[in-house]
Every structure is written in structure tokens, then in C-alpha cells.
């Protein structure tokens, strides 16, 4: 810190986002960690397909249940596909999955919640009513039956998982909202002749933003973790298409038998992607809000 | 006490309608024409036409909705197409190896956590703190799936101290006498202490995968609530009294910090009861969760939705517990009700 002699300028907000970032990271060096693991899931997420030394479809019986040597990172599996090839391409779909279900969760839950908040009366009590419905259930269990009622396919895991995470963001939005309403700036803008959803879409959704940009890489682990789980028993992914839960799925039979290598890697990849998207999401938090720093 | 009680109950009743409600709109939504779908593959338009008409099909979605209701009420949840079995009798024999497994893996948890949690608490920035907190992180971010195979690789493959993952009981053992259903108190009563040491040793893992998922969020509420007390007044006064620290921590402090934990555990069960399938798949346990999955992939729908719809009354009536239980502890909420 030298320039604290100088006279303070005013910083530009990007030059200040990105102070406040590095002493954030400074601190929690944790962070920086996550994101550099971020970094190289995005990477293997775009690039996969292209890199990987096998095919991921392709099998060939003579190497069949290799254990992990330098030719097979991770060993191969009972039809002698590459453990490791699969893995890295698996990342896209799994990838893909939670993101597609955060942002729509975002969508759905965010403007529902937010008008909630605004609107209040009606629109409150449904949006309520809708979040306290989908409360009631333990959470994988509907998205099991929602996935078995819309049809076992990708895009209704994607939207299952949004469906349960709905309350989540309609609760936090409309909190962020429902504050806001009464604000000065929401006033101001109101006695210049604005309407409501002008008022809606630029003063309170911009300052609703943040607070669930941060709640979207939080809940993104478990978006993966649900998706996993559902395709794990079967729903949604079908084999031979490589994804992270079915894999692990396909290779728990033979994890009885000595051969862990099958499940233990994809497995691994799900641990360390949910496991980044947790840090991640607790280092945006501090930076957005660092009242709730643990 | 009693209208407390009787108030929160009556808030559990919205709670119910939604998901009589949710659970009638899923089977609508089943794609194609539910009559030819619950008519079987094989099915002739004529056959077709008789079981739209035995299912009320053919009548508006509101009569349709109403002799659903009746049906509940009756306790029919419809029959399972591929056994045959009506599906109420299936989940009623089935839902005891369910129970008997999370509530154990509850156990497991608390009897983790929450100490962990409090030694946490009381040694802020000491090793066990940090100890709690990558057991809280690394606890969230583990597939219970995963978890799951790991340990059976580890104790049943590696070190051969856990039976194979198929069950409930070894097959050289026949199940003790049914009273509770529950094989670990059902062997005590019939006095059969191998038996009951059967079921214990096929129990443990399953149990325990459970038991490291639901760790994270109690460890981590009570290490925070416990953090809360322990710089409150009235903690600080019973220190300058000169009561020992034992005495502090356990009679003062846990029993104020233990009430957002119990109020995290309706949270826990939600995750519980979801995990619970997922462990159940793994080790063939044949509970509920394993019998949904098996209708699932068989495409047939019947108890699938029985299985949802007992899932979420269950899930209704503990959080409906927990806020009970909560009301006993702490008389203050029974004053405000």
C-alpha cells in the first residue's frame, strides 16, 4: 500500500471490483484455489471432447479392466473403455446440467420472488403458496417423481432440479426485494413519473443481483450432486453416454469385487467439482456481503 | 401446551393439501395417454377403453382429483403393474428397513456432530475448529453414493470386517418375529442376541454413509449457535459465579444452543430422506426408496407416486415433531402461541 499518502482518487468501479477482489482473495487464499480449479473445469467442460487420449465410446475388450497405468490414467472399465477419456468428457454434460438448472432456477425463482416482494398481496401469496408446496417434499425425492412423471430425459432433470431449488431463490429474492420497496432511491424514482415495472426492472432487480448470482454458485454444487444422484439411479443419462453418476452407477458392482478404479475416479470428479462450486460460492459471498463471513 | 400444539397442527394441513395436490398432477402429467400407459404395453384400444373408464379417466380433472382424494382416504394408492401387489401393503412392509436405517444414520450424525460442534465452539482456531470445519465442507460436497462405495471397497473388499452389501440380513439368518419391524429391536425382544448382531453388522455402513452426510449441517449449526451463547450475558455472569465450565457449557449454554439445531434438523431430514435412496440402491437394502427406484425403471408409475406421497406426509408430520419438541424445550414459544 504506497498511495496511502496520495491524495485518494476516485477509483473507477471495475478498478475498485477488483481491488476489494484481490484483498478478498488475500484474505481466504482458499478462494483463489477454487477458482483456479473453476478455471480448469470450464476448460475441460469446452475443450474436453478434443483433448482426451481415447475415445470415451469406443472399447476394446483386450484392455478391459486394466487397473490405472501410464497408458490408462485411470484404468478402464469392463467393455475396455478409457476411465480417464470419459471422465474429462463427462464434465461438459454434468456441467451443462447445472448450469442450465441454475439459470433457470434463477429465472423462475429470481422474477418470482422479486415481484413477490415488490407487489406483495396476491402475487405474494402465491409465490408463497407455490415455495411452501414444493417445501413439503424432501427435496430429491420430487425431483425422482418429477423426472418419472415429465419423461427420463435431460432437459427433465434440468428442470426438476430447478423446480426443487425454486423456494430457495423465490424466499431470497423476495427478502431483497420486500426491503427495497419502501427505499429512497425506489421513492425518487417513483415521484419522477415511473411505473411500477420500469421501478421493478431498474432499481430493485439490479440491487437484487448480486445476492442471488452468489446463491447461483452456492446452489450449483448441489444442482450437481442432485443431477448425479438422480442419473446414478438410473433417470435421465443412459448409458453409453459418459456422465459422472451413471459412471459411478455402472462401476458400484464391481467396486465388491477389487476393481475401485471403475467408480472411484468419476466419483472423484463429482467430489472436487462440488467441492470447488461450495468454495467458490463462499468466497463470492464474502466479497458480495461480508456481514455473513463465517 | 395442548393449543400450540393443535395450531401448529392445523398449519400442516396446507402443507398436506399442496402435496395431495402435487402428487395428483404428476400422474397427469405422465406422457401420452395415462389409460393406454396403466393398460400395459400389450394392451388391445378395447382394454384401453375399459381401464380409462375403471379409472374415471374419461370424467373432468375435477371429479377425476375427487375420487382420488377418496381413494386416499381409503388407503388405496393403486396396484403395482409389474407385481401386482396393491402398492400401500408393498410400502407398509417395506417402510420399517427404511426407517430403522435413517433414523440410525440420524443417530450416528448427532452422536458426531454435535460434540464435535461444541469442542469446535469452545476452541475457536484450534485444531478440532478447523477439524469441524473440512469435516462440514468436505461433508457437503461428498455423493452419499460415493461414500457409500468407498466404504464398502474399504471395509467389506480391503479389510473384510463388514458383510457383503445385500440387505438387511445375512441369508443364513430368517428375520426375528415381527413386533416393530425394526430387525435391531425385534431380535432384542426375541432374545436373539446373534441376530440381533446380524442385522447391527449389516446396518453399520449404511447407517454411517448416512450418518457423514448429515453431518455437515449439524456440526456447522451447532459449532455457530454454541459460538452465540458462549458470548452471551448470561453465560458470562454464570462464569463470574464461579460455576465450573462443565457446568456452563453443558447445563447453561447446550441447552439454549441446541434450539436452531433442532430446527436444522427438519432441513437435514429433507436431505435424509432424499440421501436415504440413494444409500439404499447401493447396498440393496430393500426399503422403500429401493422399491420406488426398481417402479422407476420398470416405467410403472403407481408406486412411485404412492412412494412420493408417503415421503413428503412423513417428511410433513417430523417437521410438524420438531417444532413440538422445540416448543418443549423452550417455554418461551409455548407463551408466545
Same mark, same amino acid.
Given at each position: 500500500?504506497?498511495?496511502?499518502?496520495?491524495?485518494?482518487?476516485?477509483?473507477?468501479?471495475?478498478?475498485?471490483?477488483?481491488?476489494?477482489?484481490?484483498? /478478498? #482473495?488475500?484474505?481466504?487464499?482458499?478462494?483463489?484455489?477454487?477458482?483456479?480449479?473453476?478455471?480448469?473445469?470450464?476448460?475441460?467442460?469446452?475443450?474436453?471432447?478434443? /483433448?482426451?487420449?481415447?475415445?470415451?465410446?469406443?472399447? *476394446?475388450?483386450?484392455?478391459?479392466?486394466?487397473?490405472?497405468?501410464?497408458?490408462?490414467?485411470?484404468?478402464?472399465?469392463?467393455?475396455?473403455?478409457?476411465?480417464?477419456?470419459?471422465?474429462?468428457?463427462?464434465?461438459? #454434460?454434468?456441467?451443462?446440467?447445472?448450469?442450465?438448472?441454475?439459470?433457470?432456477?434463477?429465472?423462475?425463482?429470481?422474477?418470482?420472488?422479486?415481484?413477490?416482494?415488490?407487489?406483495?398481496?396476491?402475487?405474494?401469496?402465491?409465490?408463497?403458496?407455490?415455495? *411452501?408446496?414444493?417445501?413439503?417434499?424432501?427435496?430429491?425425492?420430487?425431483?425422482?417423481?418429477?423426472?418419472?412423471?415429465?419423461?427420463?430425459?435431460?432437459?427433465?432433470?434440468?428442470?426438476?432440479?430447478?423446480?426443487?431449488?425454486?423456494?430457495?431463490?423465490?424466499?431470497?429474492?423476495?427478502?431483497?426485494?420486500?426491503?427495497?420497496?419502501?427505499?429512497?432511491?425506489?421513492?425518487?424514482?417513483?415521484?419522477?413519473?415511473?411505473?411500477?415495472?420500469?421501478?421493478?426492472?431498474?432499481?430493485?432487480?439490479?440491487?437484487?443481483?448480486?445476492?442471488?448470482?452468489?446463491?447461483?454458485?452456492?446452489?450449483?454444487?448441489?444442482?450437481?450432486?442432485?443431477?448425479?444422484?438422480?442419473?446414478?439411479?438410473?433417470?435421465?443419462?443412459?448409458?453409453?453416454?459418459?456422465?459422472?453418476?451413471?459412471?459411478?452407477?455402472?462401476?458400484?458392482?464391481?467396486?465388491?469385487?477389487?476393481?475401485?478404479?471403475?467408480?472411484?475416479?468419476?466419483?472423484?470428479?463429482?467430489?472436487?467439482?462440488?467441492?470447488?462450486?461450495?468454495?467458490?460460492?463462499?468466497?463470492?459471498? *464474502?466479497?458480495? *456481503?461480508?456481514?455473513?463471513?463465517? | &401446551?395442548?393449543?400450540?400444539?393443535?395450531? @401448529?397442527?392445523? &398449519?400442516? !394441513?396446507? %402443507?398436506?393439501?399442496?402435496?395431495?395436490?402435487?402428487?395428483?398432477?404428476?400422474?397427469?402429467?405422465?406422457?401420452?395417454?395415462?389409460?393406454?400407459?396403466?393398460?400395459?404395453?400389450?394392451?388391445?384400444?378395447?382394454?384401453?377403453?375399459?381401464?380409462?373408464?375403471?379409472?374415471?379417466?374419461?370424467?373432468?380433472?375435477?371429479?377425476?382429483?375427487?375420487?382420488?382424494?377418496?381413494?386416499?382416504?381409503?388407503?388405496?394408492?393403486?396396484?403395482?403393474?409389474?407385481?401386482?401387489?396393491?402398492?400401500?401393503?408393498?410400502?407398509?412392509?417395506?417402510?420399517?428397513?427404511?426407517?430403522?436405517?435413517?433414523?440410525?444414520?440420524?443417530?450416528?450424525?448427532? =452422536?458426531?456432530?454435535?460434540?464435535?460442534?461444541?469442542?469446535?465452539?469452545?476452541?475457536?482456531?484450534?485444531?478440532?475448529?478447523?477439524?469441524?470445519?473440512?469435516?462440514?465442507?468436505?461433508?457437503?460436497?461428498?455423493?452419499?453414493?460415493?461414500?457409500?462405495?468407498?466404504?464398502?471397497?474399504?471395509?467389506?473388499?480391503?479389510?473384510?470386517?463388514?458383510?457383503?452389501?445385500?440387505?438387511?440380513?445375512?441369508?443364513?439368518?430368517?428375520?426375528?418375529?415381527?413386533?416393530?419391524?425394526?430387525?435391531?429391536?425385534?431380535?432384542? !425382544?426375541?432374545?436373539?442376541?446373534?441376530?440381533? &448382531?446380524?442385522?447391527?453388522?449389516?446396518?453399520?455402513?449404511?447407517?454411517?454413509?448416512?450418518?457423514?452426510?448429515?453431518?455437515?449441517?449439524?456440526?456447522? &449449526?451447532? @459449532?455457530?449457535?454454541?459460538?452465540?451463547?458462549?458470548?452471551?450475558?448470561?453465560?458470562?455472569?454464570? @462464569?463470574?459465579?464461579?460455576?465450573?465450565?462443565?457446568?456452563?457449557?453443558?447445563?447453561?449454554?447446550?441447552? $439454549?444452543? +441446541?434450539?436452531?439445531?433442532?430446527?436444522?434438523?427438519? +432441513?437435514?431430514? %429433507?436431505?435424509?430422506?432424499?440421501? $436415504? =435412496?440413494?444409500?439404499?440402491?447401493?447396498?440393496?437394502?430393500?426399503?422403500?426408496?429401493?422399491?420406488?427406484?426398481?417402479?422407476?425403471?420398470?416405467?410403472?408409475?403407481?408406486?412411485?407416486?404412492?412412494?412420493?406421497?408417503? +415421503?413428503? =406426509?412423513?417428511?410433513?408430520?417430523?417437521?410438524?415433531?420438531?417444532?413440538?419438541?422445540?416448543?418443549?424445550?423452550?417455554?418461551?414459544?409455548?407463551?408466545?402461541?
Amino acid at each position: 500500500m504506497t498511495d496511502i499518502a496520495a491524495t485518494p482518487r476516485r477509483e473507477g468501479g471495475l478498478a475498485a471490483l477488483f481491488r476489494h477482489s484481490r484483498y /478478498i #482473495l488475500g484474505e481466504n487464499p482458499v478462494t483463489g484455489f477454487a477458482f483456479a480449479l473453476f478455471v480448469l473445469i470450464v476448460i475441460a467442460a469446452v475443450l474436453g471432447p478434443s /483433448i482426451v487420449p481415447y475415445d470415451p465410446l469406443a472399447s *476394446d475388450t483386450t484392455q478391459a479392466m486394466k487397473p490405472p497405468s501410464a497408458h490408462h490414467w485411470f484404468g478402464t472399465d469392463q467393455i475396455g473403455r478409457d476411465v480417464f477419456s470419459r471422465v474429462i468428457v463427462a464434465t461438459r #454434460l454434468d456441467f451443462f446440467i447445472a448450469v442450465a438448472s441454475v439459470a433457470l432456477v434463477f429465472l423462475m425463482g429470481g422474477l418470482a420472488g422479486v415481484a413477490a416482494g415488490f407487489f406483495g398481496g396476491w402475487t405474494d401469496r402465491i409465490v408463497g403458496r407455490i415455495a *411452501d408446496t414444493i417445501m413439503a417434499f424432501p427435496l430429491f425425492v420430487l425431483a425422482m417423481g418429477i423426472v418419472a412423471a415429465l419423461g427420463n430425459t435431460v432437459q427433465n432433470i434440468v428442470l426438476a432440479t430447478a423446480i426443487v431449488n425454486f423456494p430457495l431463490y423465490a424466499r431470497i429474492a423476495r427478502a431483497e426485494a420486500n426491503v427495497r420497496r419502501e427505499a429512497g432511491f425506489v421513492e425518487a424514482a417513483r415521484l419522477s413519473g415511473n411505473s411500477d415495472w420500469r421501478i421493478l426492472a431498474f432499481q430493485i432487480l439490479p440491487n437484487v443481483f448480486p445476492i442471488l448470482v452468489v446463491q447461483m454458485s452456492l446452489t450449483m454444487g448441489y444442482a450437481i450432486l442432485n443431477a448425479a444422484g438422480l442419473s446414478f439411479i438410473g433417470l435421465g443419462v443412459r448409458p453409453p453416454t459418459p456422465e459422472w453418476g451413471i459412471m459411478v452407477a455402472e462401476g458400484a458392482a464391481f467396486m465388491v469385487s477389487g476393481e475401485w478404479w471403475n467408480a472411484f475416479f468419476p466419483g472423484l470428479a463429482l467430489m472436487v467439482a462440488v467441492f470447488c462450486f461450495n468454495l467458490l460460492g463462499d468466497g463470492l459471498r *464474502d466479497m458480495v *456481503d461480508p456481514r455473513r463471513r463465517t | &401446551m395442548l393449543t400450540m400444539i393443535l395450531k @401448529r397442527a392445523a &398449519m400442516a !394441513i396446507p %402443507s398436506l393439501i399442496g402435496v395431495v395436490i402435487v402428487t395428483f398432477l404428476l400422474t397427469r402429467a405422465l406422457p401420452g395417454d395415462p389409460a393406454a400407459y396403466f393398460a400395459g404395453p400389450a394392451a388391445t384400444p378395447q382394454a384401453i377403453q375399459e381401464v380409462r373408464v375403471k379409472l374415471g379417466l374419461d370424467k373432468p380433472l375435477i371429479e377425476q382429483f375427487g375420487r382420488y382424494v377418496v381413494d386416499l382416504g381409503h388407503g388405496n394408492l393403486g396396484n403395482s403393474l409389474t407385481t401386482g401387489q396393491p402398492v400401500l401393503t408393498e410400502l407398509r412392509t417395506r417402510l420399517p428397513a427404511s426407517a430403522e436405517l435413517t433414523l440410525l444414520g440420524l443417530l450416528v450424525s448427532i =452422536v458426531i456432530a454435535v460434540p464435535l460442534g461444541i469442542l469446535a465452539a469452545t476452541r475457536p482456531n484450534s485444531l478440532i475448529d478447523h477439524a469441524c470445519r473440512v469435516v462440514a465442507t468436505l461433508g457437503v460436497s461428498l455423493p452419499v453414493f460415493f461414500t457409500g462405495l468407498i466404504l464398502v471397497y474399504v471395509f467389506y473388499y480391503l479389510l473384510g470386517w463388514a458383510p457383503a452389501p445385500l440387505g438387511r440380513l445375512d441369508v443364513f439368518f430368517d428375520p426375528p418375529p415381527q413386533v416393530t419391524g425394526f430387525y435391531l429391536i425385534d431380535s432384542l !425382544i426375541a432374545r436373539q442376541p446373534e441376530l440381533f &448382531m446380524a442385522s447391527l453388522k449389516q446396518l453399520i455402513l449404511p447407517a454411517l454413509t448416512l450418518g457423514i452426510f448429515s453431518l455437515a449441517p449439524i456440526a456447522r &449449526m451447532t @459449532r455457530a449457535s454454541m459460538l452465540a451463547v458462549l458470548s452471551s450475558d448470561f453465560v458470562r455472569t454464570a @462464569r463470574a459465579s464461579g460455576l465450573s465450565s462443565f457446568t456452563v457449557i453443558v447445563t447453561y449454554a447446550f441447552r $439454549n444452543a +441446541m434450539l436452531p439445531v433442532i430446527t436444522t434438523l427438519g +432441513m437435514v431430514f %429433507s436431505f435424509l430422506l432424499g440421501a $436415504n =435412496v440413494l444409500v439404499e440402491k447401493v447396498f440393496a437394502w430393500p426399503g422403500i426408496g429401493s422399491y420406488a427406484v426398481e417402479a422407476l425403471l420398470a416405467s410403472d408409475f403407481a408406486p412411485v407416486q404412492g412412494f412420493v406421497l408417503t +415421503m413428503a =406426509v412423513m417428511y410433513v408430520a417430523l417437521n410438524l415433531m420438531i417444532d413440538v419438541l422445540y416448543g418443549l424445550i423452550d417455554p418461551r414459544v409455548r407463551l408466545e402461541a
